[in-house]
Nanobody, 121 residues
């Protein structure tokens, strides 16, 4: 099993910055990829950014050029640096880990509890 704990959310003014952190514990050796997703009431959860083993990254079009995902393998932690924040970035942000199941040819998703990000004047 893998446990995920997010931190770093809060209230920030438009144009400001925040850095989200996600610390993984448990069977971290089996994690194939991690990412950040966000959701607001009445809307579907959407992918924000992902990073795979080998540091291959993907970003949603809405955050390209503003957000950066990175990892610190020594600390089993992934980060989301959020710059030039906009009111439409307001959401609950969730950390995700895709964990490989040995012998099954597939993996399963684990989720953190989420951290709130509010962008407002």
């Amino acid at each position: 099993q893998v446990q995920l704990v997010e931190s770093g959310g809060g209230l920030v003014q438009p144009g400001g910055s925040l850095r989200l952190s996600c610390a993984a514990s448990g069977s971290t050796i089996l994690i194939a990829a991690m990412g950040w997703y966000r959701q607001t009431p009445g809307k579907q959860r959407e992918m924000v950014a992902t990073i795979a083993r080998g540091s291959s990254t993907k970003y949603a079009d809405s955050v390209k050029g503003r957000f950066t995902i990175s990892e610190d393998n020594a600390k089993n932690t992934v980060y989301l640096q959020m710059n030039s924040l906009k009111p439409e970035d307001t959401a609950k942000y969730y950390c995700n880990a895709y964990v490989w199941v040995v012998g099954a040819g597939s993996g399963i998703n684990y989720w953190g509890e989420g951290t709130l990000v509010t962008v407002s004047s």
